[in-house]
């Protein structure tokens, strides 16, 4: 029997603005993302891919439609509702977004110590193990201004799924990347995901990195306008084409 998805989104829509100004965002959209998978989803900037990632998120209310993380439904919920799944997600950006004051321990001690069921003891311990897990055994109490841009986006990794979320959403990790930093980044995010069982959406217009999706889906224009298996889909050239 399969599991049951941890995002279940169903006929979503979303505006911008107000009276004449109100502007259609996103469409229709469906979509749901299961337990382990790596979904990559691409599309032209302007194509609804951020203000999608950040509804499933919990950054934004919903207001048309159905999206339901781990069943609980975001349509209607209340603030304190919004923080408590943020607090569920993992959430790596094309900018790390790290306290440069802190080292590279502290910016993911950080995390695990929103769960005020942790020790301090607990939390420092958890954010060793994640940072050694991703390749930074030598850097736990390096500051983010000595390290590269590849060193800081594996702490902004370890950040993420250093409380094992059931969800992590990654919106342009790689840009600001050389190809082997991406490279490298990416196949730590598939590895630990599937070890943890955790859940990965990723925007990207990095087609480089496409190989590690299970699914990859495509936005046009608001509109979902491809879910595909990775394994049947290649991207070449700027436009998509079905494997023999």
């Given at each position: 029997m399969r599991q049951e998805p941890v995002i279940a989104i169903s006929n979503l829509n979303h505006y911008y603005g107000r009276g004449a100004l109100r502007r259609q965002i996103l469409f229709d959209i469906n979509l749901e993302i299961y337990p382990g998978?790596?979904?990559?989803?691409?599309?032209?900037?302007?194509?609804g891919k951020?203000?999608?990632?950040?509804?499933?998120g919990g950054l934004r209310s919903v207001q048309e439609g159905s999206l339901k993380f781990l069943g609980v439904e975001l349509s209607g919920a209340s603030q304190s509702k919004l923080v408590q799944i943020r607090r569920s997600?993992?959430?790596?950006?094309?900018?790390?977004n790290l306290l440069g004051f802190l080292t590279a321990r502290q910016n993911v001690q950080m995390a695990v110590e929103l769960?005020?069921?942790?020790?301090?003891?607990?939390a420092i311990a958890q954010a060793r193990t994640m940072l050694t897990a991703v390749g930074?055994?030598?850097r736990i109490d390096y500051y983010p201004d000595n390290m590269s841009g590849g060193q800081k986006q594996r702490i902004a990794i370890a950040r993420a799924l250093v409380n094992n979320p059931p969800l992590?959403?990654?919106?342009?990790?790689?840009?600001?990347l050389d190809k082997?930093?991406?490279?490298?980044v990416v196949e730590i995010m598939q590895r630990l995901a599937k070890e943890q069982g955790t859940s990965i959406l990723l925007v990207t217009h990095d087609n480089r990195i496409l190989d590690i999706a299970d699914r990859i889906v495509e936005m046009e224009d608001g509109i979902l306008a491809r879910d595909s298996q990775s394994a049947v889909i290649s991207y070449e050239g700027g436009a998509w084409s079905e494997k023999p």
């Open positions: 998978e790596i979904v990559i989803m691409t599309g032209p900037s302007g194509s951020t203000t999608l990632l950040s509804l499933i997600i993992g959430y790596i950006f094309q900018a790390h769960n005020d069921h942790v020790s301090p003891e607990e930074l055994e030598n992590v959403l990654a919106d342009e990790p790689t840009a600001a082997q930093s991406g490279r490298d």
